[in-house]
C-alpha cells in the first residue's frame, strides 16, 4: 500500500509540473504571437507606403509587369490580413483561457503542435480527419 500512495503522489507531482509547464509554453506562444502580430502590422503599413500607384508606361511589356507585381503585393497583403485575424482569435482563447482546446472533439491540442502552428484550433487527429473529408468532397 505504500508503494502505491508513492505512486500516486508521483503521478500528482508529475501532472502538478505538466500544467505549469504547459501554461508556461502557452504564455511563450503568446509572446510569439504578439511579435508576430507586430512585425506584420509594421510590414503591412510598410507597404502600403510602398506600393505603387497605378503608373503608365510606355511599353506594354512593362505595364503587364507592373501590373502583376502589384496585384502579387495585395494577394500577399490578403493572406498577411488573414493570418493577423488568426493571430488576434489566438490570443483571444489565451486570454479566455481556451487555447490549445480543438474545437472538433474538445481535447488538448499538444503543445508541440501548438508551438509549431499557434493558431490552430484543432487538434492533429481532428484536423486530418477534415483535409481528409475535403479531399474527398474534392472528388
Known amino acids: 500500500m505504500v508503494e502505491k500512495k508513492n505512486i ?14 504547459r501554461v508556461k509554453n502557452i504564455q511563450e506562444i503568446k509572446k510569439k504571437l504578439i511579435a508576430q502580430k507586430e512585425a506584420l502590422i509594421a510590414e503591412a503599413w510598410e507597404a502600403l507606403n510602398e ?9 506594354l511589356g512593362d505595364q503587364a509587369t507592373a501590373e502583376t507585381d502589384r496585384n502579387f ?3 500577399l ?3 498577411e490580413r488573414k493570418l493577423l485575424k488568426k493571430i488576434e482569435e489566438a490570443i483571444e482563447r489565451i486570454d479566455k483561457g481556451i487555447f490549445g482546446i480543438c474545437d472538433k472533439c474538445g481535447e488538448e491540442i499538444n503543445i508541440r503542435r501548438l508551438e509549431a502552428r499557434p493558431v490552430t ?6 484536423k486530418t480527419q477534415e483535409e481528409a473529408e475535403e479531399k ?4
Not at 8 to 21: D, R, Y
Not at 121 to 126: N, R, V
Not at 136 to 139: A, D, F, R, W
Open 77 to 79: 497583403r490578403g493572406r
Open 51 to 59: 506600393l505603387p500607384g497605378q503608373t503608365l508606361f510606355p511599353d
Open 121 to 126: 484550433t484543432m487538434c492533429i487527429e481532428c
Open 136 to 139: 474527398l468532397m474534392e472528388k
Open 73 to 75: 503585393m495585395l494577394r
Open 8 to 21: 500516486k503522489v508521483t503521478e500528482k507531482s508529475k501532472n502538478a509540473e505538466q500544467i505549469p509547464l
